[in-house]
């Protein structure tokens, strides 16, 4: 996969300056590495990778147990707030940190314009 790394970066950069509540975003493989990201500091983007890969990997197992079908997006709610995984295209997986003050239905929205701004730069 060829990618612009820089643009995407800018793309993270500008999701989490400018959507409210949103403390993190990246961009990585379903195996688990990183392609970018603009997280909280002090956060390992290698382990985000990591444990983002090992969440799709169960959901998409539940989804088939529980005949879902394929799975679009993985939601995680804590006491200290959100952690969504929404697939981008077969390689890559947008995740997104919000805290809990997020409004669910502004930020799903603005996920769904990140991710079909990210996939013009996966193809």
Not at 52 to 58: C, D, E, G, H, P
Request: glycine letters at 8%.
């Amino acid at each position: 996969m060829a990618i612009n790394s820089q643009k995407i970066g800018h793309i993270l950069q500008n999701f989490v300056t400018t959507t409210s509540d949103v403390q993190g975003a990246a961009l990585v493989t379903p195996d688990g590495l990183p392609l970018a990201s603009s997280l909280p500091s002090g956060m390992d983007d290698e382990r985000v990778s990591a444990m983002s890969a090992a969440m799709l990997s169960l959901g998409e197992r539940i989804g088939q147990e529980l005949a879902r079908g394929d799975i679009d997006r993985i939601y995680v709610e804590g006491n200290e707030g959100f952690s969504i995984l929404t697939k981008c295209d077969e390689e890559a997986v947008f995740i997104v940190l919000a805290s809990k003050a997020a409004k669910q239905g502004v930020l799903m929205l603005e996920i769904k314009r990140a991710v079909a701004e990210l996939k013009l730069l996966l193809l």
